[in-house]
Nanobody, 125 residues
Framework: QVQLVQSGGGLVQAGGSLRLSCAASGRTFSNYNMGWFRQAPGKEREFVAAIRWSGGSTYYADSVKGRFTISRDNAKNTVYLQMNSLKPEDTAVYYC??????????????????WGQGTQVTVSS
């Protein structure tokens, strides 16, 4: 099995930046496809970004495209979400997720096998 441990959340003013980290263990990290999701109070969990196991393909929700960047460092078994130009509507609990090295879909939560514990991101006006 795979364990995912997240860090890097916190409070930031609108227009600021944060970087989230997600460290994986239990399997060969380089074989994982990785994604980020978020969930605000009263809303469904929504897709944010994903990266293929090779790092060659990335995907972003329209709401974050141009502001967020997903990346991975396989030597550190870690995936990152760099968040710039943050807006109050970005406030949510952010979750990282992992699945095997499939070319299948990565945009829906049910397509992932393992989940991190979540970390709060709060953006003030």
């Amino acid at each position: 099995q795979v364990q995912l441990v997240q860090s890097g959340g916190g409070l930031v003013q609108a227009g600021g930046s944060l970087r989230l980290s997600c460290a994986a263990s239990g399997r060969t990290f380089s074989n994982y496809n990785m994604g980020w999701f978020r969930q605000a109070p009263g809303k469904e969990r929504e897709f944010v970004a994903a990266i293929r196991w090779s790092g060659g393909s990335t995907y972003y929700a329209d709401s974050v495209k141009g502001r967020f960047t997903i990346s991975r460092d396989n030597a550190k078994n870690t995936v990152y979400l760099q968040m710039n130009s943050l807006k109050p509507e970005d406030t949510a609990v952010y979750y990282c997720a992992a699945r095997g090295s499939s070319l299948g879909g990565l945009l829906r939560s049910y397509e992932y096998d393992y989940w991190g514990q979540g970390t709060q991101v709060t953006v003030s006006s």
